[in-house]
Nanobody, 124 residues
């Protein structure tokens, strides 16, 4: 069983930055692809970014490309989401997700494990 715990959310002004962290338990973390999703009030949960098991490959949603960076530290069993130039439209609950596969994926159904989420609020 893999458990994921997010942290780092909060309130920030537009143009500011936040770094989210996702701490994972389980010995298979280093081979697991990881992703970040977000869900705004009244909207579907949407893909934000993903990173492959080895950390070589990454992919981003068009809405965050160039502003967000996903990374991982396998020694710490942690994946990060650095968010810069934040906009009010980025306001959402952000979820960390993990796969049993090393290949990254962009859809919710491809992920096997989910964290509880962390709130990010961007004020204008």
């Amino acid at each position: 069983q893999v458990q994921l715990v997010e942290s780092g959310g909060g309130l920030v002004q537009a143009g500011g930055s936040l770094r989210l962290s996702c701490a994972a338990s389980g010995r298979t973390f280093s081979s697991a692809a990881m992703g970040w999703f977000r869900q705004a009030p009244g909207k579907e949960r949407e893909f934000v970014a993903a990173i492959s098991g080895g950390g070589v490959n990454t992919v981003y949603a068009d809405s965050v490309k160039g502003r967000f960076t996903i990374s991982r530290d396998n020694a710490k069993n942690t994946v990060y989401l650095q968010m810069n130039s934040l906009k009010p439209g980025d306001t959402a609950v952000y979820y960390c997700a993990g796969r049993s596969s090393t290949w990254l994926a962009l859809t919710r159904r491809d992920y096997d494990y989910w964290g509880q989420g962390t709130q990010v609020t961007v004020s204008s």
